[in-house]
């Protein structure tokens, strides 16, 4: 059976195609398209799934999306009308968006796949996250826990996943939290107090929160209160979301919190206002960790379950989620490489698959590599047509050489294979550096990301050796597979790994097995052969305010126009200063040899 799974019109749209209960490909629109966060109909992304999969959309038996577009519009209409007059200005917006676009889901997929309506589908949009959790993980039952900012009307979801002995699948959602109670929408409302950009900069906060004391609690939650239960309800008087397209909080919560930050200024932490920012997202951040550890406890209590599998936005968040492995009480905690909406076009077509279909349980790969695969003799041409020094080498010699790179500090542009299906960059788009010297963190932040200093850069360790540098409590290791859970450096190595160590000590860190991504382990220990300790800096393959490079095109685009010092393809390489000794006095291309000189010097 073909399934092709969409999700689109909320933000990160994406596609994926799921053939006999397995995935073939899954891709983000935005890394097609070059839109950060495209959320348009992602016929990019559909397109390259049906080619790659080798499928018209004649041959397809269903399309699914991955959430019910009637139900999301019920509730905008709704909250909207309940809220008249206040809401009368947002009203013309959600209308717009809604039925725009949402609402005539099946005419825009009939009309734009020539497929018939009878073989559209829709899912809820956390079944979506659920099937995405715990259908693409090893888990043969689980508990399962969604947290978004908002799908139809849920925002957060508790159930159970079992792949029974008859090889029929059972997902079982026990209870909802409704909009507009919504942890996701929380920590949106206070991104943007802060500042930063909802559905994007979430992260920010989080990278934030480690320089402040949760000192706001008390504060926080006046906002949000927690039930005996274990639910909880926004305060409505503090937020606007309901109710504005313009202002997600209202007058109450600024007389609450204090001034909003002006996003144009910069942060800065020596001053008071600058701490009481980073208060706010450390008392934020703490009421919401406490929350989840709480719904979660009390999850694994109730299903007796070793395993959690936790989907929807909120599991992007590494910290919440280490401190659920470390006090709810489960042995494993599985979060997929794309826990938000983006990974809803898989979850929504695996869910069809066993759920809707009851087709038998497949294994699904354990591995975050389903979009556009590198082709390295694009590299070679761009380069060459470029007049840039090209080395084509064999993989021994290739990995050996980069390891060289890397331990004399330059900075390397790595595209191996398939892209990530996801945020995280798990060793295919990658920027990789030494992770020693806190200078190197501010040189990726001064020359290629063009971002605030308070964000941490993430290291890559292998798997058998991570323990030695990271405190790794049981089951750690997994979260860790996709990059979803930060913990502690230990002390004695912090130093050492100075570039990668956050302010309070821990790291987003990769833990990274080496059937996953063979050659980045093979770098790995090559680079630990030099330097005694087998860590790379591993950040998201990309320059400021773009998405992460798919095609070879792209990452050589990114590397001429910005400090990357060598460029990996495949197994071409490309290397600025070659070029630079071959014709020293020489400008190549159309790029002034700026960028030449600001690359090597360090
Ligand atoms: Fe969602």
Partial sequence: MKILGISAH???????????????????????????????FPINAIEWCLEHAALAPADLDAVVFYERSMLKFERVLTSTLCAFPRSWRSFPHAIKNTLGEKVWVR???????????SKILFTDHHASHAAAAFLTSPARRAAILTADGVGEWATLTVGTGERRADGRTDITLLREIRFPHSLGMLYSTLTAYLGFKVNEDEYKVMGLAAY???????????????????SFTLAPEYFEFQTSAARSYSSRFIDLFGPPRDPYEPIDLDSSEGRRYADCAASVQRVVEDILVDIAGRLRRETGLADLCFGGGVALNGVANARILAEAGFDRVFVPSAPGDAGCALGAALYADRIYFHNPDRNVPDHPFWGPAVDASHLARAAREDGQAIEELGEAPLVERVADELAAGRIVGWMDGACEFGPRALGHR??????????????????IKRREEFRPFAPVVPSEV???????APGAARLARYMSGVFPVRPEWRERLGAVTHVDGSARVQVLERDMAPRLHALLEAYGRRTGIPVLLNTSFNVAGEPIVTQALEGYMAYRRCGIDVLVGGTTLVNKRATAAAAPHKESGAWSSNSVAASTAG
Avoid: W
């Avoid at 990160?12 to 495209?38: I, M």
């Avoid at 991570?466 to 790794?472: E, H, I, N, S």
């Fill in 10 to 40: 909320y933000h990160d749209s994406a596609a994926a195609v799921v053939v006999d209960g397995v995935p073939v490909c899954a891709v983000q629109e935005e890394r097609l398209s070059r839109t950060k966060n495209d959320a348009g």
């Fill in 107 to 117: 005419g825009i997929i009939a009309s734009q796949l020539g497929v018939p309506r």
């Fill in 212 to 230: 402040g004391k949760p000192t706001m609690i008390d504060k926080v939650q006046r906002t949000i209160r927690q039930q005996a239960d274990g």
């Fill in 430 to 447: 990658s920027i990789l550096a030494a992770p020693h010297d806190p200078a190197m963190r501010d040189r990726l932040n001064r020359d």
């Fill in 466 to 472: 991570a323990d030695r540098y990271f405190d790794l």
